[in-house]
Structure formats: C-alpha cells, structure tokens
C-alpha cells in the first residue's frame, strides 16, 4: 500500500454534472431517493428486497450470519435452484416463447434461444453430464469462447448441483491445466474452434494440451462443433463426447433441479493474485443469484420485455453476473456476439444493436476509448433510438470518453451508469441509480444503498470531502466471495487483513479491502484512481494514474493513455505517458506539448510528464487491461517480462525501439 505516512493526491478539478431526463425517471424500476434510507435503516433485512426477487423451494430462516467474520453467510437455511430460476420458472409463468439468447457469430449467423429452447436443452445437457458421471459437488470446467453453448453448460451443471469454473476462451493450455488441478476439476467442456477476424482459430488443440497437464487424469471432456467444415479434423479420443451426440441421446430427458441450500457453492471463478498463483474465488448459490438479480434491476433498468447487451466475455465475471445470471433471473432477452468490434468493419457493434432494437448496452471503457479513436462517423450510420440506458464496466472510465460515449451513443438523452465492482464482489457495488441519481463524467457514483463503502487514510481514518485514500468496504453484502477455494488462510490476508481486527469476532471490527485508492466529494461520490500499486510518487506526491491519464485524454486529438513511473534521480520517480491519438491526428512536438500543457492546467506541474510516447496501440491482456508492468518495464530500460498473456505481444517491442531512440 502506500509508503509510510505518505497520502494518496487528488488534483483533478469536479466533474460537470449530468441529469437522467424525466422520461427516463417515470420509467425507472427504482426512482425513490427513499431506497438509500430504507436500506440503511433496515440493514441487513433490507436485503430481503433482492431474495423475494427470486423462487424459493425453502424460505431462509435468517437473512445474515455474521456470527464468524470474514466467513460470512446469507439467507440461512434457504434453498433454491438457481437453474430454475433462470430458465424453469419463466416456462410456468407464461413466458416459455420470450426470447432468452439472441446470439450473433463472427460471419453474422444468428441463433436464437426462447426459454423454452433453452429448458430443453439445459435439461438434455444436465442429463448428459449425469451420465458421464458428474455428481452433485463436482466441479466442471467450461473452456469456451462466446458461443449459447457456453451459458447452457452453466446452467446444466447448476441444475444438478455442481459448480462451474469458466475458463476464459483466450487463456492458454497451461492456464487451463492450472485451473483445473486447483479445483481438482475431472469434467472438461470445451469446443473445436471459434472465429477471430473472420478466421477459424484451432481452440481443441489447445484444451488437448492443458489436458495432458492435468495431474489428477480427466473423466470426461465434451467438444462442441463449432467450426464444422473449417474445422481441424480432430478425431475425438476415449473419454472425449460430440455435444450434439450427446444431446441426441438425451434428447427429451427433464432433470429435476437439485435444490440448494442458499451458501452452496455455485462457482469457482479464477482470478489473478499478488503471489501469481491464481485465486479461486468461490460465489455461493442464494446470496449471489439475489444479489445479481437485484443490481440488474436498479442499476441496469432490466425489464424482462427488454433486448439486453452487456458485451463482455463470459469468462470474466462481468459475463457471469450481467450476461447469465442476472438478466436471466429477470427473464430477459440478452444478447451474445462471438467476435471482435471491428469485424468486419468498426461499425459491428452498432449495426448489432440497430438490428436487435437493443435497449441496454453495457460495455468497458478501453472498448469506448476505440471507439472515440474510430470516430463518430461510425455510430452515425447506425438507427440507435432503440437504447434507453448505458452502462461501462472494468475500469475508470475518464470523463472525455464519458461524454463522448453519452452523445454520440446515448444521443444525451441516455443515463450512463459507470460501475465499479470486482469479481470478488459478485455484483454492482459502486454506482448511480439511473433513475435517482445525477451523473458526474469520471466519477463512479455513490455506494449502492446497502453497501458501506468508505475512503479511508493509511491509519483507517475516514477523509474529508476533496481527499483521496484508500477504498474500503465497511459491511457485508449478499454477492460477496464466500473464501478463496481451499484457502481460507489468504483469503482473509489478501482481502480483510489491512484494515482489520483480524483477532476479533466483533464483524464491526473487519473491513474488507478491495486494494483501490479512490477520492470523495461532497456529495459522497466514489471516484476511483486506480489500483493502489497503480500510483506514482513523484518527489513524494502518491499520484492515482487514473487522474493523470484523464487529464491527458482531455487534449483534443487523443484517445487513449497510458501512464507509468520511470527512475528519475532527482523526483524518485517521473511520469511516462504512453498516448494513442485519434485517426489524423498529427503525432508532433506541438501534440506533445499540448499534451504537457493539459497535464499541468488539469492536475499541476508536479504531474508534468517525463516523456510523451505516441504509439498505435498498448499492450493489452486479452480481457482489455493494460500491462502497465511492461510499460514501466519499458521506461526503466528493464529486461521485460512475460508476454504471453497479451492479446498484442508484438506492440511491446515496438514501443520500446521508439522510446530507446527518444
């Protein structure tokens, strides 16, 4: 965290200041500023809103355990189904031929799922798993790009009570073998191949050489064909399964749902860790499905005649909660696509959404930075009236992107709700309330009502409006990680140990620390500065780099930023700026001197970058994050580690020619 005594800085100036349009409130599914006294007058039973959205076989006969902090568990005694909930139950109430899966490939074949198809084939897929032998409390590995297969996997297995672990498509064999010996995982679903910029790309391959890493030998693995005539020609081995076979001899079969009690794990989902051994973080059944539902209600509007479009990855949790889950549990349509935004041309992603009439779209700021780059002729050529709310997701998003995102996208006339959360949060935690609450351009918002997030000193001690520090999360909350999977021991290090009294069993006395500094203002809106390691301490200044990439992407012509720390013998360390500027946009000394200039007006001259280096792209993982690692590698002149986990390995060498001819 930070060195010694030394604060977290903020400098950026306060955002404007935007209102939901009163159409937009009538509407709204909560629009009560009522709601943020109500929860935090009757806490925690004020989480029994977001239970009684879901079908209960066993009503719960507690709402909180608290009794044995951090290992906290919600809605005691209660049991459900999480499959039902998702699928069954919208069947019974009349809802059986609403469309559940709007699914697009990269070539623009569609699939389409009612609830209807979908009941019939998570239950012959349930029916499937049983007989290869997958009992309640196994753990299955799903290794999938984004095809409707994927989803119904997740909700097969929840159906019989066993918990998945989703394996993001992109990951590499080692990181599947990782992953699977960690949860002792002996249930393999994966596929063939899938499409990437209109080519087949060999993904069997692949699962097959994760497969030999996994020391406890595997039972089954089951392989969708997704490629068909592109595919590879692999023959499928002993214990490997053709999906459709499979459903073919299942086909017509019903599952009952197992119930399940209300913490009963319903999945594992890896993330990465300080140690770099990654984290199972383990989500449990009732508090998590709830917790889920209820967010996609307030914060993202969720009505179930809606065509709903979060554009993550499944693999990420943001795909879990807000594609799956969530909309799911309310019923919804939600949308899938399997390829990139800019195939075949940059303007995929709008004529996705002026052809399904999508209402909600929710994204991640690095995809609307591409978007800003790409320019606004794009969406132009796009109907997009059909949107009532917007929503981005994963990052810090800066003001000049926000607005952008909210004109050109939203036409001013949409709410933008910028979300922060984790996957170790489960859901939503930081937010506006779309039909309540102003939005300010950069600054997530205040604390949903229930969530007692704080900004908090080096000593624990709450700041004053205007400061920065460090977040903390003061209460439990129903989508909360349960422990990480079979090691209670660093879940409570990595998460409560910081601000804790980790010798207590008074549950006042644990904070949970989620490792971002974030500032406050009068109105207790969150503005988040970035993960804590993401600080730069120039001449004893703990700058966010959040703040300082804002300022950068404020300049007329920019579009993305990336800034890092390099040695400086005099400051400790200087500011790097890695800039991508909008198409046309000369990459000259007056760029680099605006670029200064916008730094010093916006934050002051102790920000002043180092360097200025204008470049393509940044390295970035396959999820969209920026390696900052490399970056800084880079600006010490250091030997650079590994990049295998990015998606662009090739940029890192080419920015580092350029800044050793600087």
Known sequence: MADGDTELEARLVEQEEFEPSEEFVAQANVSDPAVYDEFEENWPECWERAAEMLDWDEEYDEVLDDS?????????????????????????????????????????????????????????????????????????????????????????????????????????????????????????????????????????????????????????????????????????????????????????????????????MLFLMYTSGTTGQPKGVKHTTGGYLAYAAWTSHAVLDIEKEDTYWCSADIGWITGHSYIVYGPMALGTTTVMYEGTPDFPNRDRLWDIIEKYAVDIFYTAPTAIRAFMKWGSRFPEQHDLSSLRLLGTVGEPINPRAWKWYYKHIGNEECPVVDTWWQTETGGMMITTLPGIKKMKPGSAGPPLPGIDAQIVDTSGKRVDAGRAGYLTVNKPWPGMLRTLYKNDERFIQEYWQEYSDVDSNDPDDWVYFPEDGAKIDGDDYITILGRVDDVINVSGHRLGTMEIESAIVGVEGVAEAAVVGGNHEVKGEAVYAYVITEEGQDEDDDMRARIIEGVEDAIGPIARPEMVVFTPELPKTRSGKIMRRLLEEIANGEELGDTTTLRNPEIVESIQRQVENE
């Open 68 to 264: 044995n902090p951090p290992f906290y568990k919600w809605f005691t005694g209660g049991k459900l189904n999480v499959s039902y909930n998702c699928v069954d139950r919208h069947v019974e109430n009349g809802d059986k031929n609403r469309v559940a899966i709007k699914w697009e490939g990269e070539h623009g074949e569609t699939r389409t799922y009612t609830y209807q198809d979908l009941y019939r084939e998570v239950n012959e897929f349930a029916a499937a798993l049983r007989d290869l032998g997958v009992e309640e409390d196994d753990v299955v590995t799903l290794y999938m790009p984004m095809i409707p297969e994927l989803p119904i996997a997740m909700l097969a297995c929840a159906r019989i009570g066993a918990p998945h672990s989703v394996v993001f498509g992109g990951f590499s064999a080692d990181a599947l073998a990782t992953r699977m010996n960690s949860a002792d995982s002996r249930f393999l679903v994966t596929c063939d191949g899938y499409y990437r910029r209109g080519d087949p790309l060999d993904h069997l391959d692949k699962a097959n050489e994760g497969l030999d890493g996994v020391d406890h030998g595997v039972d089954a693995t089951v392989v969708v064909d997704r490629l068909g005539d592109d595919g590879f020609g692999h023959d499928l081995k002993g214990n490997q399964h053709d999906w459709d076979d499979l459903l073919d001899e299942h086909a017509g079969e019903r599952i009952d749902p197992v119930e399940r009690d209300a913490e009963d």
